[in-house]
């Protein structure tokens, strides 16, 4: 196998040339996945924009990091050390259009075992001192055209962070909105299932968001309960899939739904904050369906603290794993339906 460089970053060819032809909006756009890179200020700025889509404003903040630990230069040490795990799709012409976050996990295959995503959304975090020392040292090998003697300076450190992973977690994805009818999700989930294979993983699993649950709760001005939600994701269309469209998307890619996390990922802010964002995004959409409890027709739920004077959004999820030996070529029909008995009948809490 030969090696490969793209947007300036050594990587494995094996895992990048995964290349997608679709039909849209445009005229016979091709989109290739390959390892993140950032090549200006500009790019890093726009990825933090189309982050900001939805409500996830209230998750990242309005405005894009300033700050070297949070910057540009090492996001890009960070993809250059661990490139499997934090891909890009750009179009032919190289602009960036979609982004995959992953991280190593371990997987005992107990499906009681599978944490929330805070426990797992930190695992490709460093230290303030180590993540400067990160940064600097890939931005002067940068310069200086010396990026293997950096990979030769950190495979150690690579290492200890692959040491017993058997799996790949997936974190978040992000889309251009302008972008969004030309498949990329299925391009974004061949490669890190392809890298997963590369890398001798046993599953690719992930805390997937039902994108519709919010309206399905909006629609019956309901409050987020775990049994309102269980009987969301348990729902099929009348094709027998999945309800949700982003359920579907993932079944489609192989994954077998197998718990409801109902406490997935929380973010706590103050009241103040609170009440500002509430007047940006959607204001027209809150409603409150019992006291200090706020929905507006997405998948988390606010909750008001008075006493800490904080609103925390919780979001629910629903728990998928890919069988990383199941997810060559097509599945057989007896692999299919019984992943959909799955969805509707044996999702455990």
Not at 71 to 92: C, I, M, W, Y
Not at 267 to 273: E, M, W
Request: hydrophobic content about 40%.
């Amino acid at each position: 196998m030969q090696d490969a460089v793209e947007n300036g970053v050594f990587a494995p060819a094996a895992i990048w040339r995964q290349v997608c032809s679709t039909s849209g909006g445009m005229t016979n756009p091709h989109f290739v996945a390959g390892p993140r890179f950032f090549r200006d200020q500009h790019e890093f700025e726009h990825w933090h924009e189309i982050r900001l889509r939805g409500f996830t404003e209230w998750y990242v903040g309005r405005t894009a990091p300033r700050s070297f630990a949070n910057g540009r230069h090492v996001a890009n040490a960070k993809a250059r050390l661990f490139p499997e795990f934090l891909p890009q799709v750009s179009t032919d012409d190289g602009k960036p259009v979609a982004y995959l976050n992953t991280v190593p996990g371990f997987w005992c295959g107990d499906r009681q075992a599978l944490h929330d995503l805070n426990y797992y959304d930190d695992t490709l975090q460093f230290g303030g001192l180590k993540t400067l020392l990160l940064g600097s040292s890939f931005l002067v090998a940068q310069r200086a055209g010396m990026l293997r003697a950096f990979d030769a300076i950190t495979t150690p450190f690579r290492n200890r962070k692959l040491s017993g992973a058997n799996c790949i977690v997936l974190i978040g994805m992000t889309v251009d909105p302008a972008y969004q009818s030309m498949k990329l999700p299925s391009l974004l989930f061949s490669t890190v299932k392809e890298a997963a294979r590369r890398l001798r993983m046993k599953y690719v699993v992930g805390p997937f968001r039902p994108n519709a649950y919010g309206q399905y709760k909006a629609e019956r001005h309901a409050a987020h309960s775990n049994v309102l939600f269980e009987k969301y994701c348990a729902g099929r269309n009348e094709d027998g899939l999945p309800r949700d469209p982003w359920m579907r998307t993932v079944f489609r890619q192989g994954a077998e739904f197998v718990r409801i996390e109902p406490r997935s990922f929380r973010v706590a802010r103050s009241i103040a904050r609170f009440e500002e964002f509430r007047a940006r995004f959607k204001p027209e959409s809150w409603y409150s369906p019992t006291p200090d409890v706020w929905e507006c027709g997405e998948t988390p739920t606010w909750y008001v603290d008075r006493c800490k004077g904080e609103v925390v959004s919780v979001e629910p999820n629903i728990w998928g794993v890919i069988q990383v030996a199941d997810a060559i070529g097509e599945e057989s029909e007896g692999a299919s339906s019984s992943r959909l008995t799955q969805v509707g009948a044996g999702i455990s809490t």
